[in-house]
């Protein structure tokens, strides 16, 4: 398949541009699904674990089947960045949503998504198969190594963070508790800052506007979600911890 440069272009401008207005239009409520949801008028809904795994799948299958269609052999650091962003929505597909204890989805919240990550998922492995120019130099650079490095950092800090928001529930139950641990001793949003790092480090390791138009909008969509993650627990627990913050450690 040739680059279509244009598209590519089209696309990444347009997802910024969905960062920015879902900034805008959500300042005072959150999408709606979690401890957002609004409750009235009733959503059709969808088990949690079917709609992670529904909704995520098409970012790691888009990229998969562009594979198959010709493109140039490649340097392994072209492979290992594609491969980076698979690793993740495979996570996300098949481990993330088997082991959500999360509450029911909304049914157009989860269609969105989809949705975006097919578009995500294309603009992605479409940019990184067919048009970026990564020669062998280029895993020796420094913004690749460095990219790459803050990527499985956030990664590390996004998984266990989940894991310790999960840990707090029992299987059935459906209440918040105050998480502790890791990240959470300093910022509410534990979990979002290490999936913002990962996808600024992405950027970084492809020096692409298709991952910087991702990392923006990872930021303007779940960063204000972190902001209220925070005023919920701090209005729901009277001894939430004073010091810690919603999203940067000591300082926001
Ligand atoms: N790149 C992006 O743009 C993007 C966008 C959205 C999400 N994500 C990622 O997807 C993952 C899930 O996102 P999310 O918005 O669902 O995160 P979340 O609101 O922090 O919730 C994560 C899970 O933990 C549960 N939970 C959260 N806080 C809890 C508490 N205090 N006590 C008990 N259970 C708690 C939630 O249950 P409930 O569902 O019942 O609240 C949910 O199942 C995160 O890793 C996030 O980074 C990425």
Redesign the pocket.
Known sequence: MRCHGDLVNCLSCGIILIGLWHFVHHRKTQTS???HMVVSPPARTVP?RLAWFLQEMPALLIPLLLTLTPHKPSSVGKYLLLGTFCTHYFLRTFV?SLL????PFPLGVMVAAGFFCSLNGFLQGHYLLHCAQFDDEWSADYRYKTGLVLFYVGMAI?IHS?HI??K??KPGE??????TGGLFEYVSGA??LG?IVE?FGFAVATWSLPALSFAL??LS??GP?AYY?HRFYQEKFKDYPKLRKALIPFIF
Request: hydrophobic content about 30%; overall charge positive.
């Open positions: 699904y979690g401890r949690a993330y959500t204890r999360g509450k996004n989940d928001l999960r707090l529930r459906v209440i918040y508790k105050i998480p979990n979002y999936e996808w909008f990872s969509f779940i979600r993650h």
